[in-house]
C-alpha cells in the first residue's frame, strides 16, 4: 500500500513537471451562420491559444482556405489592452483594433461537464446577442472564444440565444502561442463600425463590392448575361446600434 | 444525543439565515511574500459548489464582493492562475483575517480531445447530433440516420441497430406512427431535427421496464423547437422526358403536411411518380403480418429503381392523439396504386430435372396493384398498467396480364391476386411486486380468392379463407436478486380453408391445428450479463382432411447477452424447433402458382425438426472509432419434405415425396469499421461466407447437393473538404452450386461511386455504378446519374439526369437451391426530371 501511494505521489510529481508550460490551447468546433439566408450552419474548428495575457482565436489553417470568414482575434497582442479582428471581406484582408471588451456576466443555476471538466453556467448581453456560457473553474484562464472573455474560468461551450452562433471545445492540450511577423502585414485597416458597414454592402451585391474596392468585377457571364448572386445579409455577431 | 442535534440544527439554521441576506466581503490577496496579487477571481460560492456571484481583485490586491439577496452561500474561493486555490467557509472567513496569502502551484492541463457535437451518451441512450453527422446531401432524416455508427437502413427503410430491428421509433418520445415509422423517416426534412437518440436495450413497455430485458433498441427523433406546434412540409413538382425512343412524358408530385403538438400529431401525404421511385414501404409498415400471403402474387410487381416502368399514386394519413398522461390513440389509413409494366427475357434450368431442361419465357407484362389499409390502436402506458389494442384491416385488388413467349409458344398469362384481412391485437400487462402478468391475444382473418390463368388456357380459382387465434399469458416474479422466472400459458388455433378448381378437378380442403402449450423459464439479468433458460412444452393436434396427428412437442432454448464494457457486446443463443409441416406442404391437390408452375404436398401431417446456434461478439464506439463485429450461425434441419420434379410442355411440376432429408447451413461472416475525425472519413469492410448441404431427388436418387457463397464488401466515404464529399462501395460476390457432379460458380463485382460537390446552395452530384464478372455471369454494365441543385431555406430547384449512357438492359446468371437462370431484364433508358421542392 505504501509503495502504491509512493508511486502515485511520484506520478503526480511527474504531471507537475510536465504542466510547467502556461500555453493553453483549446480547439472549439464552430457552428455559424455566415448569412440569414444560409439554410444550414457553416461548421469550422478554431483554435484559442493563451499564453499569459496574450490570446489568439483562429481558424484551423486547414479550413481557411475554403471558407470565406474565417476570421481572427488576437488580444493583448500586439498592443495591451488592445483586441484586434482579422478577417476578410470578399478577398480583401482587413483589420480592426477595439478596446478588450468588458462583459456583465450573470450566474446561472446548472452545471455540465464538457471535454470531462466540470463547468458551471453564466450568460451575458453584448452588443445585441445573449450569450449562455460554460466555463470551468478548473482552468482559471479568463478568456473564451470569439470575444467572449472575463469569467473566472476558461470557457468551453458558448452558444447565443438565436442559435446562429455555438463554439463548443474538442480538443484541451498544452500548446505553443505562435507569433507571426506577418500576421498583419498588408491588411487594410478600418473600425468595427465600417467593418459592419462594408460587410453588409458586400453580401447585397459581391460583385459591385468587389469591383468598387478592387477595380475588377469577379462575376461569371453565360451568353452575354451576368449571372448576379441573390442578395443577402450577413448574420452579424454584434450590432452596435444594441447594447 | 437529543441536545447535540438540537444545537447543530440551530448553527446550521442560524448560518443559513446569515447566509440568506446580501452582505459585502472585502479583503486583499497577496501571495506567500505579501506582494498583491492582481486580477486573482474571488468567488462566492453555494453548497452545491457553484458560483453565485464572482469579482477580481485591482491592481493593489483588493477585491469586494456582495452576496446577491436571497442565495445562499457557504463558501469564498480564490482563484489565480499558477496559484493554490482556496476554499474557505464564508462564516470563518467573515469572523477572520481578511487578508488572503495565495501559494504557488503550477497549473495542470489535464489534456483532453472529445467531439461532443457528435454524440452524448447517457446511460444507455446516445443522442446524435443533426448536425454533427449530417452531410449537405443528406435529405431526409433517414439519410441522416444511416450514418449513425451500428444503425443500418435497409433498401426498404428498415432500420436495425447492431443486427436487430428496432422496436419503436418515437417522434419526441411520441410512438406517433408505430410500425410505418418510414412514412416519417422518409419524408421528414432533416433540417427539421435537432437529434437523433439511440435508446439501447429499450423495453418500450412502462410496466416492464426493470423487469423485462429487451434485445433491441429504439430511435427517438429530437425536433427543433421552431417545428412543434405548427404545420410543416414539403410540397415538389418535377416534370421530365425520357431521352431515347419511345418518348415517354415523366412526372412525380408530392405533398406532405406534418404537425407536431403536444396532444396531437399527424402526418399526412399524396405521392405520385411514374420515376420508379419506391413508395410502397412507407405505408406498408415492417411488422409481420397476421394474414397468409397465399400463393399467388402479381407478375412483376412494382417496379423500382433502374428496372421499373411505373406509375404510383399513394395517399396516406396518419393521426395520433394523446388523450390523457400515458393513453395515446392513433389512426391510420393508406391507399396505393399502381400501374407497372415489366419487359424481360429469362432462361432458367433445372437442378432437379433431367437433363437439365430450361424454359425460356420472354415476358410483356403489365400489373396493376390497389392496396387499402386502416389501422387503429389504443394504448395506455403507465407504470402501474399497459394495455393495447391494435386493430388493422388490409384490402387489395391486384391483376396483371402478360403476353409471354413460352419455349417459343406465344401465350398469356393473367392473374388476379385479391386479398382481404382482418386482424385485431390485444395486449395488457398488470405489473405485481415482484414481477408481472402479461396477457396478449391475437386473432386474424383472412380471405384470398384468386384466379390464374393456367398454360392451357384453363382457369384455376384459388380461394384461401384462414383463421388464426394465439393468446398467451405470462407470470413472471423475481425470486431473488437478478433472477427471474416465468411460466407461459397458452393456445393457438388455425384455421385453413382451400376451394381448388381448374379442368375437371374441383376439391376443398381443411386444416386444423391446435396447441396447447406451457413453457417454464428462468432469466438472470444483471446489468452486464443477461441469461434465459426456457423450454416450451406443448401438445400439438393437428388434422388434414382424414390425417390426424397429435403429439407431445419440447422446443428447449438458452440465450446468453454478456456486455463486459459498454462497447462490447457478446450474444450467443440456441434453440431447438419442431415445424409442422405447413398447409402447403400438406396439401395433396395440385395447385399452380403461376401459369407454367405447380406443386403438390404429401397428404400426411409431416413435420420438420431443427437445432439452431449462433453466436456475435460486437464492438461498438458510438462516435469515431473502431466498430466490428463477427457472427458464426450452425442451422441442422431433420426430416424436411422431399419433392420429385417434372417438366411437361413447359411446365414445372413439384411433388413431395415419401422420402426426407437433412440439411445443415451455417454461415460465419464479420466486419470493421473505422471512423475518423479527420475528414469525416468512414471505412468499412465486410465478408460473410455462407453454405449449406441438403439433398435434391434427381434422376429419383437422393443427391447430395451444396450451396455455398461468399459477399465481401467494402465503403469508404470521404469529406476532403468542406465542399466536396464522395462515398464509395464495392462489392464481390460469388457463388458455387455442387450437385451430382456438376459444379457451377458465379463471381461478380458491383462498384459504385457518388461525388457530391455543395458550394455554397448549390449542390451538383455525380455518380457511377459499375457491374462486371471474370466469368461473364454479370454482362459488364456501367451506369451514370448526375443531378444539380440549387437549395435555399424555403425551395429547392433542381435537374436529375439519369442513365446518362443510355444502358438499355443488364445481362445477368444467378444460382437458386433448385437451379440457375439467365436473365435479361429491360431498363429505364436516359431521362431527365426538372423540380422545384418547397418548404412549408
Known amino acids: 500500500m505504501r509503495l502504491y501511494l509512493v508511486l502515485l505521489v511520484m506520478l503526480s510529481r511527474v504531471g507537475f513537471c510536465q504542466a510547467q508550460n502556461k500555453a493553453l490551447q483549446v480547439d472549439y468546433y464552430a457552428a455559424f451562420r455566415e448569412v440569414e439566408e444560409q439554410p444550414m450552419p457553416t461548421i469550422a474548428t478554431y483554435s484559442l491559444s493563451v499564453s499569459g495575457d496574450t490570446t489568439s482565436f483562429k481558424i484551423n489553417t486547414n479550413e481557411e482556405l475554403l471558407n470565406s470568414v474565417g476570421y481572427s482575434v488576437f488580444k493583448n497582442y500586439p498592443k495591451k489592452g488592445i483586441l484586434v479582428f482579422k478577417s476578410r471581406i470578399g478577398v480583401n484582408p482587413i483589420m480592426y483594433e477595439e478596446k478588450i471588451p468588458i462583459f456583465e456576466w450573470k450566474n446561472l443555476d446548472g452545471d455540465s461537464t464538457i471535454c470531462g471538466y466540470s463547468c458551471q453556467k453564466a450568460e451575458t448581453k453584448f452588443r445585441g446577442r445573449t450569450w449562455k456560457v460554460w466555463y470551468s473553474l478548473d482552468l482559471p484562464y479568463s478568456e473564451g472564444p470569439w470575444k467572449l472573455s472575463g469569467l473566472p474560468g476558461l470557457i468551453l461551450k458558448a452558444e447565443d440565444s438565436k442559435g446562429d452562433f455555438v463554439f463548443v471545445a474538442q480538443k484541451i492540450c498544452k500548446g505553443k502561442f505562435c507569433y507571426s511577423k506577418k500576421e498583419f502585414v498588408d491588411v487594410a485597416k478600418t473600425t468595427l463600425p465600417n467593418y459592419i458597414k462594408d460587410l453588409i454592402e458586400y453580401e447585397k451585391d459581391p460583385s459591385g463590392y468587389m469591383e468598387m474596392t478592387t477595380g475588377v468585377r469577379g462575376s461569371v457571364w453565360i451568353g452575354g448575361v451576368e449571372l448576379k448572386p441573390t442578395p443577402q445579409s450577413p448574420c452579424l455577431m454584434e450590432y452596435l446600434d444594441e447594447k | ?840
Open chain 2, 1 to 840: 444525543m437529543k441536545r447535540e442535534t438540537a444545537i447543530l440544527a440551530f448553527f446550521t439554521a442560524s448560518l443559513f439565515s446569515f447566509a440568506q441576506g446580501a452582505k459585502p466581503y472585502s479583503g486583499h490577496v497577496t501571495d506567500v511574500n505579501g506582494k498583491p496579487l492582481a486580477k486573482v477571481s474571488v468567488l462566492l460560492l453555494n453548497s452545491k459548489g457553484n458560483v453565485v456571484t464572482f469579482a477580481k481583485t485591482d491592481s493593489q490586491g483588493n477585491f469586494s464582493i456582495t452576496s446577491p439577496e436571497g442565495k445562499e452561500v457557504s463558501k469564498i474561493s480564490f482563484l489565480n492562475l499558477g496559484y493554490a486555490r482556496q476554499n474557505i467557509e464564508i462564516g470563518k472567513f467573515a469572523k477572520g483575517d481578511k487578508t488572503i496569502k495565495m501559494e504557488e502551484k503550477v497549473q495542470e492541463i489535464r489534456e483532453v480531445e472529445v467531439k461532443p457535437e457528435v454524440f452524448k451518451i447517457k446511460g444507455d441512450t446516445i443522442a446524435y447530433s443533426v448536425l454533427g453527422l449530417r452531410e449537405k446531401q443528406d435529405r431526409t432524416i433517414e439519410d441522416v440516420i444511416a450514418r449513425i455508427p451500428g444503425i443500418r437502413v435497409d433498401v426498404s427503410g428498415q432500420i436495425s441497430y447492431k443486427g436487430k430491428n428496432i422496436n419503436k421509433f418515437y417522434v419526441d418520445g411520441k410512438d406517433m406512427v408505430g410500425d410505418s415509422y418510414a412514412m416519417v423517416s422518409k419524408n421528414l426534412n432533416a433540417d427539421k431535427v435537432d437529434s437523433v437518440e439511440v435508446l439501447q436495450n429499450h423495453q418500450p413497455i412502462k410496466s416492464l421496464q426493470g423487469k423485462q430485458f429487451s434485445e433491441a433498441a429504439a430511435l427517438n427523433l429530437v425536433l427543433k423547437d421552431g417545428v412543434k406546434l405548427h404545420w410543416t412540409g414539403t410540397a415538389e413538382l418535377g416534370s421530365g422526358m425520357f431521352l431515347q425512343s419511345p418518348w415517354h412524358w415523366t412526372h412525380k408530385a408530392r405533398l406532405v403536411e406534418m404537425y407536431f403538438g403536444n396532444k396531437m400529431s399527424a402526418v399526412s401525404m399524396y405521392k405520385h411518380n411514374n420515376v420508379a421511385e419506391d413508395m410502397e414501404r412507407e405505408v406498408m409498415g415492417f411488422a409481420m403480418d397476421y394474414s397468409d400471403q397465399g400463393q399467388l402474387s402479381n407478375i412483376g410487381g412494382i417496379g423500382t429503381g433502374r428496372y421499373g416502368f411505373n406509375n404510383s399514386h399513394l395517399f396516406a394519413t396518419n393521426w395520433y392523439f394523446k388523450i390523457g398522461e400515458n393513453s395515446s390513440t392513433r389512426l391510420q389509413l393508406t391507399g396505393l396504386w399502381d400501374k407497372s409494366t415489366t419487359h424481360g427475357y429469362s432462361e432458367r434450368t433445372y437442378l432437379d430435372i433431367d437433363n437439365g431442361a430450361a424454359v425460356v419465357e420472354n415476358r410483356n407484362a403489365s400489373s396493376y396493384t390497389s392496396h387499402w389499409k386502416g389501422e387503429w390502436s389504443y394504448s395506455l402506458n403507465a407504470a402501474k398498467m399497459y394495455f393495447r389494442n391494435e386493430l388493422v384491416g388490409n384490402l387489395a385488388f391486384d391483376h396483371s396480364h402478360s403476353s409471354t413467349t413460352l419455349n417459343g409458344k406465344n401465350t398469356y398469362e393473367r392473374v388476379l391476386p385479391r386479398k382481404r384481412s382482418f386482424s385485431d391485437a390485444l395486449e395488457i400487462n398488470l405489473p405485481s411486486k415482484d414481477g408481472f402478468n402479461f396477457v396478449r391475444s391475437t386473432f386474424s382473418y383472412s380471405y384470398l380468392p384468386g384466379r390464374l390463368l393456367l398454360y392451357n388456357g384453363a382457369e384455376e380459382q384459388l380461394n384461401l379463407k384462414s383463421a388464426t387465434w394465439n393468446t398467451k399469458y405470462t407470470r413472471s416474479f423475481s425470486f431473488a436478486k437478478y433472477y427471474y422466472a416465468s411460466l407461459d400459458a397458452g393456445y393457438n388455433m388455425e384455421r385453413k380453408n382451400e376451394f381448388v378448381s381448374y379442368n375437371d378437378t374441383t376439391a376443398t380442403v381443411f386444416y386444423h391445428e391446435d396447441k396447447v402449450y406451457l413453457s417454464p423459464g428462468l432469466q438472470y439479468n444483471k446489468h452486464d450479463i443477461q441469461a434465459s433458460l426456457g423450454c416450451d412444452m406443448m401438445w400439438l393436434s393437428r388434422k388434414f382432411d382424414t390425417d390426424k396427428d397429435s403429439r407431445w412437442v419440447m422446443e428447449p432454448n438458452v440465450s446468453f447477452t454478456w456486455k463486459p464494457i459498454s462497447f462490447w457486446e457478446w450474444r450467443t443463443d440456441y434453440r431447438h424447433t419442431f415445424s409442422p409441416s405447413g398447409f402447403y406442404e400438406v396439401n395433396p391437390l395440385r395447385v399452380y402458382t403461376s401459369y407454367n408452375m405447380a406443386s403438390s404436398g404429401t397428404g400426411a401431417n409431416n413435420h420438420s425438426s431443427g437445432d439452431n446456434v449462433s453466436t456475435s461478439l460486437y464492438y461498438q464506439t458510438p462516435g469515431f472509432g473502431w466498430n466490428g463485429n463477427i457472427q458464426y450461425s450452425y442451422g441442422t434441419s431433420h426430416y424436411n419434405t422431399l419433392y420429385e420434379s417434372k417438366l411437361v410442355d413447359g411446365v414445372y411440376t413439384r411433388n413431395s415425396i415419401d422420402e426426407s432429408s437433412r440439411s445443415v447451413s451455417q454461415v460465419i461472416g464479420g466486419g470493421i469499421g473505422r471512423s475518423f475525425r479527420s475528414m469525416r472519413t468512414r471505412l468499412s469492410l465486410s465478408c460473410n461466407y455462407s453454405w449449406s448441404n441438403y439433398d435434391i431427388m434427381y434422376q429419383g436418387v437422393k443427391t447430395r447437393s451444396k450451396m455455398q457463397g461468399l459477399n465481401s464488401g467494402f465503403s469508404w466515404s470521404m469529406r476532403p473538404w468542406k465542399i466536396f464529399n464522395f462515398e464509395e462501395r464495392s462489392t464481390f460476390n460469388i457463388s458455387k452450386q455442387s450437385s451430382a457432379g456438376r459444379n457451377t460458380v458465379y463471381r461478380s463485382f458491383y462498384h459504385s461511386l457518388k461525388f457530391f460537390l455543395n458550394p455554397g446552395s448549390w449542390q451538383l452530384s455525380m455518380s457511377g455504378e459499375c457491374r462486371h464478372s471474370p466469368d461473364g455471369s454479370e454482362k459488364f454494365n456501367f451506369y451514370s446519374d448526375a443531378a444539380l441543385s440549387y437549395k435555399t431555406q424555403k425551395y429547392e430547384l433542381g435537374v436529375t439526369c439519369k442513365n446518362l449512357l443510355g444502358t438499355n438492359k443488364r445481362e445477368y446468371r444467378s444460382l437458386s437451391v433448385t437451379g440457375s437462370s439467365y436473365s435479361v431484364t429491360e431498363l429505364r433508358p436516359r431521362e431527365i426530371l426538372a423540380s422545384i421542392i418547397f418548404n412549408l
